[in-house]
C-alpha cells in the first residue's frame, strides 16, 4: 500500500482563507477511510471535473490523493492517522455550468478530538495547537463531519463515549470560552452501517438512541445546522498474510452512500445542487431528501 505523508507546518496557517471540511471523530471510527473513498469515487465518476493540484503548487498532497485513489482501487483501507499529526490536502471538483468548490480536508486523529473531553487528569477541554489556530482563523469558511463508530456505538452498551466527545466538542466550538464560532454546520455520518443497520429501524433511530446529549444541543441552538447520513464503503472481508496478519480488504465497493456525502459537500459550499446526485434539503436536523426513496 502506497502512503504519503502531507503533514501541516504550523507557520503557514496564520492568515489562511478559503473553504475547509474538518473531519472528526473518535479513535479507529473510519475517518480516513471515509476520506480516501470519496477522493476514489471524485477521481472515478465521470460526472463531474476532479482536480487534486494543491493550490500553492507543491506536489506532496497530489501525490498523496493519487495514492488514496490507487489503494481503493486495490482493495486497501487506509491505516490510522498518527496522534499529534494534522494534514491538509486540497481538491476541485464541479460540473460543466456549475460553479467548482475548490475547499480543503483537514485531518485529526482520534486522539486529538478525544483530549477535548476533561478528566480528573487534565480539567481543561485541549484540542491540537494546530487545529485550533485553523479553527480560529476568521477568513476559513468551515463544515464538519462527525464520524461515529456505528460497529462500537451500538444498541445495549450505554457507555455513551461518542455522544459524550461529540457534545463537547460542538460546545467548546460554539463557546466564548472555546473558539467562539458563530454557526456551526455539520453532517453526523454513522460509519460502518452495514454492521449494524439490522439492529436499528433507521439511521434517525440510531442517532436518537445513541446521541441524546448531542442532539438535545444540536436541536436547542439555532447556531447549528445539522443533518445525519449512514455510510458504508461495501464488503470488507480479512485476508491473512503468509505472516499470519490477517488485513481488512475491500471486495466490492458501494458508491450510494458516498454520492449523498459529495452531496452534501458541495451544496453545503456552494448552496447549488449537483446534477444527477442525490438533492439535499438543508434544515434543523434534517436529512438527506428522498435517501431511503432512492434506495
Given at each position: 500500500?502506497?502512503?504519503?505523508?502531507?503533514?501541516?507546518?504550523?507557520?503557514?496557517?496564520?492568515?489562511?482563507?478559503?473553504?475547509?471540511?474538518?473531519?472528526?471523530?473518535?479513535?479507529?471510527?473510519?475517518?480516513?477511510?471515509?476520506?480516501?473513498?470519496?477522493?476514489?469515487?471524485?477521481?472515478?465518476?465521470?460526472?463531474?471535473?476532479?482536480?487534486?493540484?494543491?493550490?500553492?503548487?507543491?506536489?506532496?498532497?497530489?501525490?498523496?490523493?493519487?495514492?488514496?485513489?490507487?489503494?481503493?482501487?486495490?482493495?486497501?483501507?487506509?491505516?490510522?492517522?498518527?496522534?499529534?499529526?494534522?494534514?491538509?490536502?486540497?481538491?476541485?471538483?464541479?460540473?460543466?455550468?456549475?460553479?467548482?468548490?475548490?475547499?480543503?480536508?483537514?485531518?485529526?486523529?482520534?486522539?486529538?478530538?478525544?483530549?477535548?473531553?476533561?478528566?480528573?487528569?487534565?480539567?481543561?477541554?485541549?484540542?491540537?495547537?494546530?487545529?485550533?489556530?485553523?479553527?480560529?482563523?476568521?477568513?476559513?469558511?468551515?463544515?464538519?463531519?462527525?464520524?461515529?463508530?456505528?460497529?462500537?456505538?451500538?444498541?445495549?452498551?450505554?457507555?455513551?463515549?461518542?455522544?459524550?466527545?461529540?457534545?463537547?466538542?460542538?460546545?467548546?466550538?460554539?463557546?466564548?470560552?472555546?473558539?467562539?464560532?458563530?454557526?456551526?454546520?455539520?453532517?453526523?455520518?454513522?460509519?460502518?452501517?452495514?454492521?449494524?443497520?439490522?439492529?436499528y429501524k433507521s439511521d434517525r433511530q440510531y442517532f436518537r438512541t445513541n446521541f441524546p446529549q448531542?442532539?438535545?444541543?444540536?436541536?436547542?441552538?439555532?447556531?447549528?445546522?445539522?443533518?445525519?447520513?449512514?455510510?458504508?464503503?461495501?464488503?470488507?472481508?480479512?485476508?491473512?498474510?503468509?505472516?499470519?496478519?490477517?488485513?481488512?480488504?475491500?471486495?466490492?465497493?458501494?458508491?450510494?452512500?458516498?454520492?449523498?456525502?459529495?452531496?452534501?459537500?458541495?451544496?453545503?459550499?456552494?448552496?447549488?445542487?449537483?446534477?444527477?446526485?442525490?438533492?439535499?434539503?438543508?434544515?434543523?436536523?434534517?436529512?438527506?431528501?428522498?435517501?431511503?426513496?432512492?434506495?
Amino acid at each position: 500500500m502506497t502512503r504519503f505523508d502531507n503533514v501541516v507546518d504550523g507557520s503557514t496557517i496564520a492568515g489562511r482563507t478559503g473553504n475547509f471540511l474538518f473531519t472528526v471523530g473518535g479513535v479507529a471510527s473510519g475517518k480516513s477511510t471515509l476520506q480516501n473513498f470519496l477522493i476514489h469515487r471524485l477521481h472515478v465518476d465521470e460526472h463531474v471535473h476532479f482536480d487534486r493540484t494543491n493550490r500553492d503548487g507543491k506536489s506532496a498532497s497530489e501525490a498523496y490523493l493519487n495514492a488514496w485513489v490507487h489503494n481503493i482501487a486495490a482493495g486497501y483501507l487506509p491505516e490510522r492517522t498518527q496522534k499529534g499529526v494534522l494534514r491538509e490536502f486540497n481538491v476541485r471538483f464541479g460540473q460543466r455550468g456549475r460553479p467548482s468548490l475548490d475547499f480543503s480536508f483537514i485531518e485529526i486523529a482520534g486522539e486529538d478530538i478525544r483530549s477535548i473531553v476533561p478528566t480528573v487528569e487534565q480539567k481543561q477541554p485541549k484540542l491540537n495547537d494546530h487545529l485550533e489556530s485553523y479553527l480560529r482563523q476568521p477568513g476559513v469558511n468551515k463544515r464538519f463531519l462527525f464520524i461515529s463508530d456505528a460497529s462500537r456505538n451500538r444498541l445495549g452498551r450505554g457507555t455513551f463515549e461518542e455522544d459524550v466527545l461529540f457534545d463537547t466538542l460542538i460546545r467548546y466550538l460554539l463557546s466564548d470560552n472555546g473558539i467562539g464560532l458563530r454557526n456551526l454546520n455539520i453532517l453526523f455520518i454513522a460509519a460502518k452501517w452495514d454492521v449494524v443497520q439490522n439492529e436499528y429501524k433507521s439511521d434517525r433511530q440510531y442517532f436518537r438512541t445513541n446521541f441524546p446529549q448531542t442532539r438535545s444541543t444540536v436541536l436547542s441552538s439555532p447556531r447549528i445546522k445539522a443533518q445525519y447520513l449512514p455510510f458504508s464503503v461495501g464488503e470488507v472481508v480479512l485476508e491473512r498474510r503468509e505472516s499470519g496478519e490477517s488485513v481488512a480488504r475491500l471486495k466490492s465497493i458501494e458508491k450510494r452512500y458516498v454520492e449523498f456525502l459529495i452531496s452534501w459537500i458541495y451544496t453545503s459550499f456552494t448552496q447549488r445542487q449537483l446534477k444527477g446526485y442525490p438533492k439535499v434539503k438543508f434544515g434543523l436536523w434534517g436529512r438527506i431528501k428522498n435517501f431511503f426513496a432512492a434506495w
